[in-house]
C-alpha cells in the first residue's frame, strides 16, 4: 500500500515533459530551438574573451511560452574565469506578434519584434527607445545538431549593429 501511495505521488509531483509539437501556433516557427543545449566556446567582442555555457529551452504554460534558460562563465583574454552569470528569456506571442523578455542580474531587454524562417532562424530586435541601445539576437540553426548564436548592440540613435558576443551551441543528446 505504501508504494502505491509513494508511486501516486510522485506521478502528481512530476511535471509532464512538454515538446516542441506542443507550442501554440504563433511560436511553432521556434521549434527547433526546444531542448538542451551546452555551447562550445564563443567570443566576447567587447573584451577579447571567450564564453562557454549551456542553454535550456521548455515549452511552457501549455504551449504558450518558449522559455529559454542559460548559464554562461566568461573568460578573459588569457583564458582565466572573471565571472559567470544566470539568464533568462520568455517568448510568447502578444496581440499577434511574437514578442521576448530577457533578464539577467544587470538587464532587461524587452525585443518587440521576432522575424522567423520556420524551423531555421530567428531574429530578435529589441524596443527601440531614444536613449538606450537596440539590441539584435540572432538564432540560426547551422545543422540539427548546431545553432549558431549572435548578439549585437547599436547605439542609441544609430542603426549599425556591432557583435557583442558570438557562438554555437551542441544539442546535447
Known amino acids: 500500500m505504501r508504494k ?38 564563443g567570443v566576447v567582442a567587447d573584451t577579447g574573451g571567450t564564453s562557454t555555457g549551456h542553454s535550456t529551452f521548455t515549452v511552457e504554460a501549455d504551449g ?12 578573459d583574454k588569457s583564458g582565466k574565469s572573471s565571472g559567470g552569470f544566470n539568464q ?6 502578444d496581440h499577434g506578434a511574437l514578442r521576448a523578455d530577457y533578464i539577467d542580474a544587470q538587464h532587461v531587454i524587452h525585443y518587440g519584434h521576432v522575424d522567423i524562417e520556420a524551423g531555421h532562424s530567428a531574429v530578435f530586435t529589441s524596443v527601440a527607445q531614444a536613449d538606450a541601445p537596440t539590441f539584435k539576437l540572432v538564432y540560426s540553426l547551422e545543422n540539427p545538431q548546431t545553432l549558431r548564436v549572435t548578439f549585437s548592440m547599436a547605439p542609441p540613435g544609430n542603426a549599425s549593429f556591432q ?11
Request: hydrophobic fraction near 50%; aromatic fraction near 8%; charge should be positive.
Open 4 to 41: 502505491a501511495v509513494l508511486l501516486v505521488f510522485v506521478a502528481l509531483c512530476v511535471q509532464p515533459l512538454a515538446y516542441a509539437s506542443d507550442l501554440s501556433t504563433p511560436l511553432s516557427g521556434l521549434s527547433f530551438l526546444v531542448g538542451q543545449w551546452g555551447s562550445a566556446k
Open 64 to 75: 504558450a511560452l518558449l522559455l529559454r534558460r542559460d548559464h554562461t562563465d566568461l573568460f
Open 88 to 93: 533568462v528569456m520568455t517568448i510568447y506571442a
Open 163 to 173: 557583435p557583442i558576443a558570438s557562438g554555437t551551441l551542441t544539442k546535447a543528446p
